[in-house]
């Protein structure tokens, strides 16, 4: 499975757009891209995924680039209670390890008032 | 829909016992993925069921075991505990084809003293 890339750390004003990059430059072509948070010490949370195409839900929308080595989660009106730990995960499509999820480290994205 | 459920949410145990934990998938999923989160090394794949059988393994000692049961109920067993067994114990369920959205339970947080 491809590793993913993110900032340690993001900050963002209340009310503002939230945009969390990932980069996943050895991605496959049956990885998808999924993201998922985690408030402290609950379990994670699923917000969206994708494969080629940009995808918009009621949480958010995914950004992924043409040459898919890169993406962005764009939360477009953050609240306080979007502050949590962000993971972006390139997930197989099929094969031996289909259906595990690889998480990093994330970003700890600390929405302010 | 009730989503996943784990129980007990907390446990304490003291070295060399053994444990179990149990994890209610969301109705009609047959797909049962176990993980670990530690500050030290995050999130980490243990398992995953599907239909009774271990589908996938994570690199864990044979002390971690799991089943699961014909209603999709899983349970995982850790044997002989130690020190470092004091984790945050995340199950997932999904539908079980493999490409498909994991949605996680709160998690046990088990204390090992």
């Known amino acids: 499975d491809a590793k993913t890339t993110q900032p340690t750390s993001m900050d963002c004003a209340e009310g503002r757009a939230a945009n969390l990059p990932c980069n996943h430059s050895?991605?496959?072509?049956?990885?998808?891209v999924y993201w998922y948070r985690q408030i402290h010490s609950q379990g994670p949370q699923y917000i969206i995924h994708g494969l080629k195409n940009n995808e918009t839900n009621e949480m958010a929308s995914l950004i992924i680039t043409e040459d898919r080595k890169s993406s962005t989660l764009i939360l477009p009106h953050a609240t306080l209670r979007d502050t949590a730990v962000y993971y972006c995960i390139a997930k197989a499509g099929r094969g031996s390890t289909l259906g595990r999820l690889y998480f990093g480290r994330g970003t700890q994205l600390t929405v302010w008032p | 829909k009730a989503g996943v459920t784990q129980t007990p949410r907390y446990l304490i145990k003291t070295r060399g016992q053994q444990v179990t934990l149990s994890c209610s998938p969301i109705?009609?999923?047959?797909?049962v993925s176990w993980y670990q989160q530690t500050p030290g090394q995050g999130l980490q794949f243990l398992f995953e069921y599907f239909s009774e059988t271990q589908r996938n393994k994570g690199n864990f000692p044979g002390r971690f075991s799991g089943r699961q049961f014909s209603n999709s109920r899983s349970e995982m067993n850790v044997s002989t505990l130690e020190l470092g067994d004091s984790a945050l114990y995340l199950c997932?369920?999904?539908?079980?084809?493999?490409?498909?959205?994991?949605?996680f339970g709160p998690g046990t947080r088990l204390l090992v003293l």
């Open positions: 109705s009609g999923h047959r797909s």
């Open positions: 997932a369920s999904s539908l079980g084809r493999g490409e498909e959205t994991q949605y």
């Open positions: 050895t991605i496959s072509g049956n990885e998808y």
